[in-house]
């Protein structure tokens, strides 16, 4: 099972118009490379649970043939009076018991896996060691560095990795472990039954909890993988910049490479004339970069943008469409629509722009037209 029901919040303004797990890395979402991994280890029933935004998912996966697997959904939410569909999130474990009593999805043991991570984790070696401790429930966790334990929820264990407690985003100093949890569970059926039908309940803060409290066999995987959670902008930022670099061995950048370190999609116009750009750069289909422009990698600049004379573009990610005003310097942004990020997560909306940096691509106007920003215009993306 896949969890994709969140909204994202953390992620705006990328999640005004997309679900979370719908996050491009490299032109691709984020959850289509899950798909992927699973698919590699011979899991082809996946079960979807979906709500904010949930078309958008359903839309681009369907019913999974063209991965090579059987996904299904189930959604979150009611239609209201006015004949609107409302979203409305019932907690990953309710998201389970709710698919559990429609069809027995769970009879089998199940992978539940959270949709906004990228991971590399040895599924079939995990799934040996649950079955060998006799686990129920087990939990995949990721030791992280001491400073970084105020990020992540921290599995306490014993020495046979039987799970004794949780802390919450502790202190660095205060906290009693240095695993994280992943957001990667193995689950025996039976656990199901825990779960209270018709409710909002959450595996982490409720489940594991109740868990603990009844002596189950709740175990603890120590494992060694790569394991990218894209938690926050910051988080994507960084993300972005690593597989840009090569970083991750499964991923490979797109397109065709035309220069050492340079990426290029179909029909993009680069004039060459008094234009610097070092890699790593891709830059998208239908792309052009005017003579004298600078890009600096890492740096992903997506399909039909435009890149005028004298704009500098420094380690940064430009969605789809964005215009990049002449004379103008990016550094370390995140460019969505009217929206862009810094890599400490400000946001500014294009209307705060004195100088309109950016722009839509497609408007062939003098001028953009400023539209009324998000309420969250003024935000720090946390």
Known sequence: MILAA???????PLTYELPKPMIPIL????????????????????????????????????EGQRFGAQIGYSFEGFMDENGEVMPKPIGSAGGMKKIQEFGHFFDETTLVICGDALIDLDIKSALFEHRRKGAMVSIITKEVEREKAADYGMVVMDEEGR???????????????????????IMEPQVLDLIPADTEFDIGSQLFPLLVEKGLPF??????FNWIDIGNIRDYWAVSQSVLQGELAHMSMPGTQILEGLWVGLNTNINW???TIEGPVYIGSGTQIEPGA????????????????GAHVERSVLFEYTRVSPGSKMTELVVHRNYSV????????????????WRDARDRRGASRKSKPHSKQAAEVA
């Open 219 to 224: 175990y603890a995987q120590k494992r060694f």
């Open 6 to 12: 969140g909204k994202g919040t953390r992620v705006q």
């Open 342 to 357: 810094t890599r400490e997560g400000k946001m500014q909306h294009i209307s705060e722009s004195e100088t309109e940096a």
């Open 273 to 275: 004339e008094g234009t």
């Open 163 to 185: 799970v004794q407690s949780f802390q919450e985003k502790p202190k660095p100093e205060e906290a009693k472990s240095l695993f994280a949890s992943t957001g990667i569970y």
């Open 27 to 62: 032109g691709k979402p984020v959850m289509e490379y899950l798909v992927e991994h699973l698919v590699k280890f011979g899991i082809r029933d996946i079960m979807v649970n979906v709500s904010y935004l949930h078309h958008k998912i359903e839309e681009y996966f369907g």
């Open 294 to 309: 600078t890009i600096i990698g890492p740096t992903w600049i997506g399909h039909g943008s435009q890149i005028c004379s």
